[in-house]
């Protein structure tokens, strides 16, 4: 995979998933042994699953900006993104965050991600809590 072709695959991916929810979809975008750590929580594929099922019954929308940087390193697959992310809650309390996303693949999948999400809202940790819980409260 060339740096376009990883952009273009990150981009669908957040279309897709982050953005539609399309949890049906994920088969196509992840490794069967995708990791995921998140500010310091670490999730397995099933663990992922049941995050994005929880951000989709507590959130109305997730907007993601268009990424504000990209790094792709051939050799080892990992591409870096960093973007801007607001997220609606049903309550329609809004959190905004940076987000550095470090993704790493196999196969034509993303195997492997490290990301830092970081509120830019004062005093809002509503969204991060979130961002980093399995099941809903």
């Keep these: 995979m060339n740096k ?3 952009t273009q695959f990150m981009t669908t991916f957040y279309r897709d998933v982050m953005s539609r929810f399309a949890l049906d979809q994920l088969d196509n975008y992840l490794t069967v042994d995708y990791t995921q750590t998140t500010n ?4 397995n594929t099933d663990q992922v ?3 994005l099922a929880n ?3 507590n959130l109305d929308r997730l907007v993601f900006s268009y990424f504000n940087d990209v790094v792709f390193d051939e ?3 990992t591409i870096t993104v960093a973007y801007q ?3 609606t809650q049903h309550n329609g309390h809004q959190a ?3 987000v550095i996303s470090i993704f790493t693949f196999a196969d034509n999948k993303l195997a492997r991600c490290h990301e830092l999400i970081i509120p830019l ?3 809002d940790r509503s969204f991060i809590d979130l961002a980093t819980r399995i099941t809903t409260k």
């Design 55 to 57: 951000l989709h019954a």
């Design 96 to 98: 905004l965050a940076e």
């Design 85 to 87: 992310l607001t997220a």
């Design 121 to 123: 809202m004062q005093d």
């Design 49 to 51: 699953k049941q995050h």
């Design 40 to 43: 310091g929580h670490q999730f």
């Design 75 to 77: 050799t080892t697959q």
């Design 4 to 6: 376009a072709q990883a």
